[in-house]
């Protein structure tokens, strides 16, 4: 296909009819909550605040909150649930994943959260010093940073696609 003299593929010349795939940074809006289902995995959920900045047409900058259901699996969830607490930063990559559920009195629910397979933890751990802002480094020396720490799943870790428990615990 042409548009503007351009070619232009379309989705089936790629091969690629769906891509889903999600990168958010924020903030937790809670503690992670930290369980295990019946088979023994643990599973971690928290909120996650991201951002969206715009201006106005009065040229006023508003920040409009997203505030999105964040799920980790296995290793990841244990790993997020000992260094991310309410209003910790990180990363998540991950994916989107609707889950359907019909409640006790009959409505069928659904809810949209995404499945986080990667994780960069982004703040200093708990209880440890930020480094003093106020205090320039000395000339000729840079001032050192903190490394960052990331933890990325290996496949095992991951659950399988498209699969969540029947007996997930939330």
Not at 4 to 17: Q, T
Not at 52 to 63: F, I, L, Y
Not at 130 to 143: F, I, L, T, W
């Amino acid at each position: 296909m042409e548009w503007a003299g351009y070619r232009v593929a379309r989705w089936e010349e790629l091969g690629m009819a769906n891509y889903n795939r999600v990168i958010l940074l924020g903030n937790l809006t809670r503690d992670p909550e930290l369980r295990y289902i019946p088979n023994g995995t643990p599973v971690v959920e928290f909120g996650l605040a991201v951002s969206n900045r715009r201006q106005t047409p009065s040229g006023e900058w508003v920040d409009e909150p997203v505030f999105v259901d964040i799920v980790l699996w296995r290793r990841l969830a244990e790993i997020a649930s000992e260094y991310l607490t309410k209003g910790s930063p990180v990363l998540i990559e991950g994916r989107l994943k609707m889950d359907t559920w019909t409640t006790s009195d009959g409505q069928k629910r659904s809810k949209l959260r995404v499945l986080g397979e990667r994780m960069q933890l982004l703040g200093s751990r708990a209880g440890e010093a930020e480094p003093a802002a106020s205090q320039p480094p000395a000339p000729g020396k840079s001032q050192p940073t903190a490394p960052e720490r990331s933890y990325e799943p290996t496949y095992e870790e991951l659950p399988p696609e498209d699969s969540y428990p029947d007996d997930v615990p939330f």
